[in-house]
């Protein structure tokens, strides 16, 4: 038998307790709930599916990781999607990857732009207000937008990810698409669940 | 802005003027991709099954609506795959690849919900049956993870873990009101059951927040079947003829003859009601059940509703997660638990009482377990990518245990006192690291390792390692070597009777089962084949042993017998066992998911060698098992037509009372289910049948046989009708 002091396992547990109690304001985390992966497997899948991505890509999928300043869970995840999308085709075409921070709607506007980028993943990180931004910065460009946290479909991105049931659900956002000039095929449609 | 460029294969970059964009033909890769089943339970990670560290089967909330299942006994037998329940009357005795322990309570699989666990710090029991009491639509999924799964939870993973995970308020939105019944055709009964929740998405401030919360109410009378006759004679004490039914006006055998019909004593009343509220990273959730139940053989009198079990749960789990930076992550949980079980069981006869006690008694067992714990655990992402993890975390548990024995007399209502109470307090403290590195995408490693030190047994380290190689596309071959206890409990330790059982005692060790496996899986498109190869060897199993005359005398000298006892049964380290085989699942579905469909099968050969080198096959447990179902949901607003079937071979009957050798028979149980909606009502029917070719079960009744000289067995309920209503209304 090995015995144990109580008070020493008390002094070492009570901390810890404060850790439970202590107040923290450095924002709530948001739901990643399918892991990043398996999204950007989605994803790249998804987009083999929209009928105006060879146009778009026009020979090379760029892939664009949209993260928010100074904001450690997204550039975590913006990180582990790189990784995830390293090598990767999209309908047979290759892609280019890079990460941009957000910073107001112009801006990215612009970056889509000239940086002709097919697929925008946006990172956790964003609030409403941001994502309403970004909802506005997108709308009438020619990009696959999608996002990390499944309730950005409900505002700024066509294609969302949630998890019911243990398993991966598809999320179309249908005027966030058309908006984005995104054009998924009937039968993604039917395996998705569509928000008009 | 940080841009910059990673040009993936070269060779299609280089060429990238001349590529063309493929557009695909059909979806059935991404059929595929919406099939992967992601679970937490393994390694404490949100993570596709496919590359965890354990083999894991996910059941889920879809499956139970298309098949009807409402309870964790029929969502392991009809859609689990590795696991197998047993039902003695309402109880479900649960099984994994070859080992099933009768009357262990469950406790060598480790039960969770929402990551807290549920199996109580008195003896270790966990519910496999409608005594689980969590409200049932509350439950988005069902993780089985099979195999020894102690590295990151500790006591009772032995045989897996079953990790219940519930509902978020997105997918539980609105006002929901239940309403089932299932009707015993072969032999009357029902079952009903009433249930209503709520779940709301809502900001606290500028906190996303949400809701969601069930309360259901289960109860069951019957089926009524006829027992007996078993001829017991006259009390060996009194050399009366005992009385046997307490219910005169249905008496069917005269004094002295055990059976009848058992229509007073078949019920289970089960409410219970479980609350999850989340303000932006902090999560509160708690659960209140109560499980009352009883059948007309669990008493020493027959058909006796006097006699009966109540449990009693509540608890509370308060977690917080912080992402402090891209490499750090704090996660705090804080739980209590608070749980008494009560067993009254009645008897007309002195035999089965103390000393004087001449006209029967009330048996009475009270067992508590009250807890406190905290477990705060560090994340660490090196790369701050997820290729390179380190989880590190401790748990430290605070348990106040009572327990005690009372004989009430049948004419006085008094109790000589409280035999062998005890109220012992632990602390457990336990340490674990988890480390993971992906050195390519197709190739990952888990290690991990955990310390228990617990005051009532010492200390347990248990370790695990896996490596995931993913050698072509959709393939994944898994290698795992893991290790799991189960420690003692305060019932092994502290239980006595001093007419039947002399106590465990301190020297108790934990039970031990190392094992080996290799896994193997592929997905074609929608299609996804997997294959198991298991070994596994226990060690200081702990059974109910019959003391020696030695022990007997010690027990005596220290006040733990009644006079006159010469046998009595000691909790004991006494079987080692070794099991070995394999699961085989295949699943997939077509018609853009409207026609699902899968099947699992699990062979395992186990064997328990006692120390004089006695080998026996383990009782009940089957050496195969499987199931197999297929639904069609037929679309636009008409009915999902839904059957499943499960099949388990002749096993060998429970050895208690009776060591017979004797085979429960072979069972076939099919199940047709018929739902869908009723237009824009926002209600939904179910209907189904169940049937079950066997008659019997694999447990036997009372210790004497009946006339014909065979052992009794337990009937079965062999055809059930059920409907369910549902009420959905969106907020």
Known sequence: ?196 | MRAFARVGFLALALGAGTARAEEPRDTTDLEGLLETTVVSAPSKTAESAALAPATSVVLTAEDFKRYGIKSLDEAINFLGRGMVVEKDFQTGEIGARGVLLTSDFGSHVLLMVDGHVLNEQWSGTAYYDRTTAVPFELIDHIELVLGPGSVLYGSNAMLGIVHIVTKRAKDFQGVHVYADSEASLAAPGSTLRGAAGFGRQFHFGETPAELVFEAEYYTQSGPTFDFGPQDYGPDSVTMDVRDYDVNPADRKYPPGIWGGRGNDAYYMRAPSAYLKVRVGDVEFSTRAAVSKRTEPTDSGNFDDPASYQIDRWLHGDLKHTLQASALVKLSTRLYADAYDYNQYWTSNGASDCLAGQNNGCLWRLRGAANSVGLEPQLTLDWLEDGRLVTLVGVDGRYNRIRSDVNYFDNVTGVSPGAIGPDSPTEIDIAAYVQQTYWATRGLGFNAGARLDIDELYGSAVLPRAAVVLMPWRGGTVKGIYSEAFRAPTAFDIYYADPTTQIPGGTSLEPERVRSGELAFEQHFGAQLIELSLYYSKWRELLLGTPASDEEIDAAFARGELEDGIDEAVQIQNMSRLTSYGMDIGYRGSMAAGRLNYAIGITEAFARREEPDGFRARLAVMPHTFGNARVAYDLGAGLPTLALAGRYVPRRPMSDYPHESGDFADAAVELRLHVSGPIARSGVSYGVGATFLSATTGAYSIGSETLPNGEIERMPTDQFRLGASLAYDLPL
């Open chain 1, 1 to 196: 038998m090995v015995g144990m002091d109580r008070r020493s396992a008390l002094r070492t547990l009570l901390p810890a307790l404060g850790l439970v109690l202590l107040p923290r304001r450095l924002g709530a985390e948001e739901d990643i709930a399918v892991p990043v992966p398996l999204q950007m497997d989605l994803l790249l899948k998804v987009g083999a599916y929209d009928r105006n991505l060879p146009a778009r890509a026009r020979g090379v999928v760029r892939v664009v990781v949209l993260v928010k300043r100074d904001h450690a869970r997204s550039k975590l995840v913006a990180e582990q999607a790189l990784r995830a999308l390293a090598d990767k085709t999209v309908g047979g075409l290759p892609t280019e990857l890079a990460v941009h921070t957000f910073s107001d709607g112009p801006n990215l506007t612009e970056r889509v732009q000239s940086g002709r980028v097919s697929i925008l993943y946006l990172a956790p990180g964003f609030g409403s207000r941001e994502l309403l931004t970004i909802a506005r910065a997108l709308a009438g460009q020619n990009v696959l937008s999608a996002g990390a946290v499944a309730d950005f479909v409900q505002t700024a991105v066509a294609v969302g990810f949630d998890l019911v049931s243990g398993k991966p659900k598809l999320l179309v956002n249908l005027r966030r698409a058309r908006e984005q000039g995104v054009d998924l095929s009937s039968q993604v449609l039917k395996l998705a669940k569509v928000l008009e």
